[in-house]
């Protein structure tokens, strides 16, 4: 099947500090999402990303849709405790696929205050 | 955004025996779909649940293994059957919602097995 590979794999990062992560894939995919996961709960959905080259923000968060389509990055500005958790990205085929998501094996954050 | 619930919100079980977790939404939606997270890992889809069909199971993952009800446009159940330890996961359903169809999860069922 599809996969996506999603950098780093964990982050260590004092607070106040920007934070910035990836997914690739090895296909097109035709929207992008991005959500949190917060321990014993279940992923939240940050930002949607529709449109190659598309650059949309969500308070100190900013993801953008790759100009290829297989890629897709988040950016978190100034780092606040409850940035914590799991970030996960996932992306949609659309087609025959439509509604089918892939995940990337996410990145986990942590933020020293 | 669409409000999700799962029941139940954790379990211990034994092995060899079945548990079925169930998922209510707030508003209709059509389609539905059953995720698992095992430890420390990424989701992974299982079936997609639309009401008035048989569920669509991904890969890896059967029916009689996992067998899904999705009796109207707010509730879908997915039974783990005879489970045995390496079932030990956090269950996962989500709808699609939203203008452009975007997916939302509900809390979790996280299932122990013994």
């Known amino acids: 099947g599809q996969q996506l590979n999603q950098s780093p794999q964990s982050m260590f990062i004092q607070e106040g500090e920007d934070v910035s992560m990836n997914c690739t894939s090895s296909s097109i995919f035709n929207t992008w999402l991005w959500y949190k996961q917060d321990p014993g709960e279940g992923p939240v959905l940050l930002i949607a990303l529709y449109k190659a080259g598309e650059l949309t923000s969500n308070g100190r968060l900013t993801a953008q849709f790759g100009i290829t389509r297989k890629d897709s990055f988040l950016n978190i500005s100034a780092s606040i405790p409850s940035d914590v958790g799991i970030y996960f990205c996932?992306?949609?085929?659309?087609?025959?696929?439509?509604?089918?998501?892939?995940f990337g094996q996410g990145t986990i954050l942590t933020v020293h205050p | 955004s669409a409000v999700i619930s799962q029941k139940p919100s954790r379990d211990i079980c034994q092995r060899g025996t079945s548990l079925t977790i169930q998922c209510q939404v707030d508003?209709?939606?059509?389609?539905m779909f059953w995720y698992r997270q095992q430890p420390g890992q990424s989701l992974t889809l299982i079936a997609t649940a639309n009401q008035g069909s048989e569920a669509t199971y991904e890969s890896g993952f059967v029916i009689d293994k996992f067998p899904i009800s999705r009796p109207n446009l707010t509730f879908s159940t997915l039974t783990v059957s005879n489970m045995s330890p390496e079932d030990s996961s956090i269950y996962l359903c989500?709808?699609?919602?939203?203008?452009?169809?975007?997916?939302?999860f509900g809390p979790g069922t996280r299932l122990t097995v013994t």
């Open positions: 996932a992306g949609r085929p659309g087609g025959t696929s439509y509604g089918k998501l892939t």
């Open positions: 989500s709808v699609e919602g939203g203008v452009d169809y975007e997916q939302y």
């Open positions: 508003s209709q939606v059509t389609m």
